[in-house]
């Protein structure tokens, strides 16, 4: 056991015993359902390279742990698109009295043992291992550790997909992935295959599923999502990467650009995460 804060709708635990920053989400109406689905991280503090505390609204404190780049793969699914309210690095404190004080407290005893600010060679932070499964609006996905299946829905999806029949993508044959939040025009989720580039309408293309209104939310695919990455970053380490195979990915993935399927923001997301490796 260690130190601890109770704030809105978490529970962070500081043990020292481990140097891990433990963090229990409370299920409640106003949980954020993204809390709920994670329930319990344990998080390295090798993970981390910043906490900051800070004042908040209506005499509140916000306490924010900044991750490393590559250190946690629900957060490199997300690639910056969490509403601040979602956000599970953000803990929100009632200010004034001992509890500042208690707050900066522990804000500094984290801050004394932070991993470096560079990328990390590995995801350091866990996310439930497979088999995982997700119902997007034109298909139910499924992976078993080793591959990703689309069944593809008879009123969801398009002809282009439903000719083509079911999908099955071994992690053997894909570069990464890219997951556009369902709070956002256009959500779906997208497999990049190593060899060739799919369909620039997530709709047509067979490697991406579609999101909608219940299908999909974020409390379902993000954590879907970061399975996934995170077997394929065990499967093929970033840092184990030759160099010669670093630029042939980088390569792909400035194909996948020029053909509109991703955008600059997450080529350079991708980007930077191969080339942190080479």
Request: charged fraction near 20%; proline fraction near 6%.
């Amino acid at each position: 056991m260690g130190d601890v804060l109770a704030g809105n709708h978490a529970v962070w635990e500081f043990d020292r015993t481990t140097n891990s920053l433990i963090i229990r989400f409370a299920r409640g109406m106003r949980t954020p359902r993204l809390w709920h689905a994670l329930g319990e991280r344990r998080v390295p503090l090798e993970a981390l390279s910043g906490v900051g505390l800070t004042a908040g609204r209506r005499d509140t404190l916000v306490l924010h742990a900044r991750v490393r780049v590559g250190a946690d793969p629900l957060m490199e699914a997300a690639a910056g698109q969490l509403r601040e309210a979602c956000d599970p690095y953000r803990l929100v404190l009632p200010g004034g009295g001992a509890g500042s004080g208690r707050a900066a407290a522990f804000t500094e005893a984290l801050h004394e043992r932070l991993g470096p600010a560079g990328p990390a060679e590995r995801f350091l932070v866990s996310v439930p291992e497979p088999p995982a499964t997700l119902k997007a609006y034109d298909a139910r996905l499924a992976f078993d550790g080793g591959a990703v299946t689309f069944h593809w829905s008879r009123t969801g999806a398009t002809s282009t997909k439903w000719k083509a029949g079911d999908q099955r993508y071994p992690l053997a044959g894909l570069a990464g992935l890219v997951w556009h939040s369902p709070e956002r025009s256009g959500g779906h989720l997208r497999l990049l295959p190593r060899e060739g580039a799919g369909d620039a309408r997530p709709d047509h293309d067979l490697a991406s599923a579609v999101f909608g209104v219940g299908y999909g939310a974020v409390h379902e695919s993000l954590p879907f999502a970061a399975a996934v990455l995170a077997a394929l970053r065990a499967r093929s380490p970033v840092a184990a990467v030759p160099p010669q195979r670093s630029w042939e990915r980088i390569q792909h993935l400035a194909e996948l650009h020029d053909a509109g399927l991703l955008t600059d923001a997450e080529y350079r997301a991708l980007r930077d995460r191969f080339t942190a490796g080479a």
